[in-house]
């Protein structure tokens, strides 16, 4: 069973970038897909982008597209983040997730496994 664990939340000021990794433990994180989903206290958790197996395909929400990147080191087992121009609206609990179809499903209901999360807080 695939484990994932994200790391690289803290805290930060409005306009500040901050960088998201998600360590897979299987050698299976190179065919899946991978996505990223995030909570904000009372509110349920929604997508924020996912990536392709290969790479080579994305989906961003309409709130973060332009400001977050999704990537992916298939080598290292590893997905990332790259968050920028951060607003106090994307104050939540990250999550990675996978899948083991090509599909960038946007519901958390398709994704197999997940990790804990880690909590961004943009805050001045």
């Known amino acids: 069973q695939e484990q994932l664990a994200e790391s690289g939340g803290g805290l930060v000021q409005p306009g500040d970038s901050l960088r998201l990794s998600c360590t897979a433990s299987?050698?299976?994180?190179?065919?899946?897909?991978m996505a990223w989903f995030r909570q904000a206290p009372g509110k349920e958790r929604e997508f924020v982008a996912a990536?392709?197996?290969?790479?080579?395909?994305?989906k961003y929400s309409d709130t973060v597209r332009g400001r977050f990147i999704v990537s992916r080191d298939n080598i290292n087992n590893t997905a990332s983040l790259q968050m920028n121009s951060l607003e106090p609206e994307d104050t939540a609990l990250y999550y990675c997730?996978?899948?083991?179809?090509?599909?960038?499903?946007?519901?958390?209901?398709?994704?197999?496994?997940w990790g804990q999360g880690t909590q961004v807080t943009v805050s001045s």
């Open positions: 997730a996978s899948r083991n179809f090509a599909y960038l499903s946007t519901e958390v209901s398709d994704y197999d496994y």
């Open positions: 299987e050698r299976s994180f190179s065919t899946n897909t």
């Open positions: 990536i392709s197996w290969t790479g080579g395909t994305t």
